[in-house]
């Protein structure tokens, strides 16, 4: 058995999906699930426990799903709108960068963190400001706290908490190739308005 955090999964076809994991041993992985016996288990930041099946010889990612089961998933998210948007913001991210299998445990060890922070933390308007500034760090691209002081303060207002993502996402534009700034950008923005 192995575990992971599930970043999303797609369909790509009437009996089968791609579900897209960050395990703690081999990195960014994805494996085809048939059918829809894991839906509950295969949430965005779900962290599971799982075996594939895969043909002899056969590279580690690729197989299909053969048993997943929750290890943790946040409780919150489903009574609480501001934690689905941060969660769905960060899955996003994730999505987005994390794009090779490459085992990194200390990464794999804070996200799990971040999720349980997520789900447990009472006060969470800064969560994915933290996250973003945090994860660069692992990602290669750490914020230098001279060039950017500003951006390790807590923001005190609605329109300074905006401009810190909107400029965070951009620093992520501008350091990590081919990245998209997240769809759920705009829904975090509104729902902490």
């Known amino acids: 058995m192995s575990s992971a955090i599930v970043l999303?999964?797609?369909?790509?076809?009437?009996?089968?999906?791609?579900?897209?994991?960050?395990?703690?041993?081999?990195?960014?992985?994805q494996y085809v699930v048939y059918g829809n016996k894991y839906k509950g288990v295969l949430r965005p930041l779900s962290i599971i426990e799982?075996?594939?099946t895969r043909r002899k010889n056969a590279p580690a990612q690729l197989g299909a799903l053969s048993s997943a089961s929750l290890l943790y998933t946040p409780q919150q998210l489903s009574m609480d709108i501001r934690r689905q948007c941060v969660a769905m913001f960060i899955a996003e991210v994730l999505a987005n960068t994390l794009r090779h299998p490459m085992s990194d445990r200390p990464l794999y060890d804070w996200l799990c963190?971040?999720?349980?922070?997520?789900?447990?933390?009472?006060?969470?308007?800064?969560?994915?400001?933290?996250?973003?500034?945090?994860?660069?760090?692992?990602?290669?691209i750490g914020v230098d706290d001279t060039e950017h002081p500003e951006w390790f303060l807590v923001p005190t207002s609605r329109i300074e908490r905006q401009q810190r993502l909107r400029?965070?996402?951009?620093?992520?534009?501008?350091?990590?190739?081919?990245?998209?700034?997240?769809?759920?950008?705009?829904?975090?923005?509104?729902?902490?308005?």
């Open 8 to 29: 999303n999964t797609t369909r790509y076809s009437d009996t089968g999906s791609i579900v897209h994991l960050y395990t703690a041993e081999y990195g960014r992985m």
């Open 50 to 52: 799982f075996t594939i």
């Open 167 to 193: 400029d965070l996402t951009t620093y992520y534009e501008e350091h990590i190739e081919d990245f998209r700034s997240p769809k759920s950008l705009d829904v975090l923005m509104e729902v902490f308005d």
């Open 113 to 140: 963190e971040i999720i349980q922070h997520l789900d447990q933390d009472a006060e969470i308007g800064n969560l994915h400001l933290h996250f973003l500034l945090e994860y660069a760090s692992y990602l290669g």
